[in-house]
C-alpha cells in the first residue's frame, strides 16, 4: 500500500521509519516552499491569516 502524510516538522522521519517497517511504500511529499503558503493564503477561509 502506498500512504502519503503532510510534513509536520521533522515527525515525517518517524512515519517514514514506522511505516516502511509495517511494509507500505511511503511516498514523502515535497518541503513546505513560499508558493505553497501564498496558495494557501488565496484559497483559505477569510478569518484564517497566514503566518
Known amino acids: 500500500m502506498r500512504v502519503t502524510f503532510p510534513h509536520m516538522g ?3 522521519l518517524v512515519l517514514r521509519a514506522l511505516l ?7 511516498v514523502v511529499p515535497p518541503t513546505i516552499s513560499s508558493h505553497t503558503i501564498a ?7 477569510e478569518c484564517v491569516s497566514p503566518l
Do not use: D, I, R
Open 20 to 26: 516502511e517497517n509495517f511494509g507500505h511504500t511511503v
Open 39 to 45: 496558495l494557501g493564503a488565496k484559497y483559505s477561509p
Open 10 to 12: 521533522t515527525l515525517w
